[in-house]
């Protein structure tokens, strides 16, 4: 009885003393997507943002859609997607308030340097989306509800196209993140869409390349907006705005612009003047 | 061959670098591990010992429930702890979601059915040899229970590292509860995920060897700590 009272007692200060009790500086939680974090945007920006505020942010990073999710239950206090009409939608649903834009970058279609579809150096997504469904080329699709695989999944509907019903096994879907995703797209040579930030800090794309950019339609536009604190009285509503108040602000929307990779920008702020 | 050989480089260099980083998340898988080990031996312990001596309707399917128990998928309960801890959950005025706290409640969860599974079986051998002798004493229940875990001592700390394998290497769970924030609930296993995720197979497997030698030297550790017991027994 004894000795196992005092062993209980000794692991009891163990477990005391491997989470010390110190006053915890204010934070707040931000639910965004893997592109953002994976791109190493983050890793550039926030630690700029706490160095002026004192405020940490900790930072939840899961596809668009999943991020909304988090929202929607009150378990962030702000979201930062790229998603426009999901956005919307949560707001209009009262789930969230004052969505601003912060920047925007663009998708790119990524593929085998071997181009079995022959599309490299295209412009058109929605042609290449056909010679690739022609060619019955692997195709290496999201399938998460993220925001790139609501954008694939939109490029596909203007081509015309169901890939899910004329697929013979090329299109694959993983439904995974954007960087398990291109692994994947990597491992079997496929072609595959990604959002230039994941692509350009992406370390493992053996035979991969660009085939196309420059389309229009690739165009990505990332908000933010703080969840409803009428809906959940526990959002930092204060802290909150300081950060979106920052991000669109002069300083923060020049500290996006800086972070760059091998030189080249992988994010261009572009948010309004505040209104009101 | 020349990835791994990467890998190698990799872990080395992060061991050697001392990087405050890889020092943070490894004391974070450690403590939260060891937390949960913790509470859940506080309670797979007892619950265990007091399966094994006990005789009464409906036992052989509460031992074949915490058996099956042992194989809670990780994902599952991340799931279920989460919806429980959300701020639209029962629990969510308590603010625990992606907290390490989080991660502990998900852990002990997936962590006691083995502890107090393992126990069972350990006591239950032991009950089978000695329980004339309490009986014949008339020893009360809970002394009875308690003097068998600490007969049983040196056999149950295979129940207890069974646990703590499972608790330092379980990734499922915790990246749904704790939300994989670095600095604050990023651990070995999530730091994994996620530069494989960012295709830095290298450090990811690099990560990965770390952790595998953090689990040999707890083992070793409590392996040889045992011998030393028995050697002073003897």
Known sequence: ?276 | MHDIANAVVAAWDLVLSGNATLLGIVSLSLSISLAAVFFASCIGLPLGAALAISRFLGRNAAVVVINAMMGLPPVVVGLLVYLALSRSGPLGSLGLLFTPAAMVIAQVILVTPIVAAVARQIVEDLWREYAELYLFDGVGRVRTICSLLWLGRLSLTTAVLAGAGRAVAEVGAILIVGGNIAGVTRTMTTAIALETSRGDLALALGLGLILLALIFLINGTAHFAGQAVRRVAA
């Not at chain 1, 200060?13 to 965004?32: D, G, K, N, R």
């Not at chain 1, 706490?50 to 962030?76: H, N």
Request: net charge neutral; proline share 5%; charged share 20%.
């Open chain 1, 1 to 276: 009885m004894r000795p196992l009272l005092r062993a209980a007692v000794i692991g009891w200060l163990l477990v005391w003393a491997a989470f010390p009790a110190v006053a915890e500086p204010p934070y707040i939680t931000v639910a965004s997507t893997t592109s953002t974090e994976e791109s190493g945007l983050f890793g550039y920006l926030l630690p700029a943002f706490t160095k002026e505020t004192g405020i940490e942010v900790r930072v939840v990073a899961v596809g668009s859609g999943q991020a909304l999710k988090i929202g929607e239950r009150g378990d962030c206090d702000v979201v930062f997607v790229h998603d426009r009409s999901a956005e919307l939608a949560f707001v209009e649903h009262g789930f969230g308030i004052d969505r601003r834009e912060v920047m925007y970058n663009d998708f790119i279609l990524v593929g085998p340097a071997s181009d079995p579809a022959r599309v490299d150096g295209g412009n058109d997504v929605v042609a290449v989306l056909h010679k690739i469904a022609d060619a019955k080329a692997p195709f290496v699709a999201r399938g998460d509800d993220s925001g790139t695989s609501k954008a694939e999944l939109r490029f596909w509907k203007e081509a015309g196209l169901d890939p899910k019903t004329i697929s013979t096994g090329w299109y694959r879907d993983t439904g995974s993140g954007m960087g398990p995703t291109l692994n994947t797209a990597a491992a079997m040579d496929g072609y595959t869409i990604s959002d230039r930030g994941t692509w350009l800090n992406f370390k493992n794309r053996q035979n991969l390349k660009i085939v196309v950019q420059g389309d229009r339609r690739l165009f990505n536009q990332y908000g933010v907006m703080l969840v409803n604190p009428a809906r959940y009285p526990s959002v930092k509503q204060d802290l909150g705005y300081k950060f979106i108040d920052w991000l669109t602000s002069p300083t923060g929307q020049k500290t996006i612009t800086d972070y760059k990779i091998n030189g080249e920008q992988l994010f261009f702020p572009d948010a309004k003047p505040a209104t009101g």
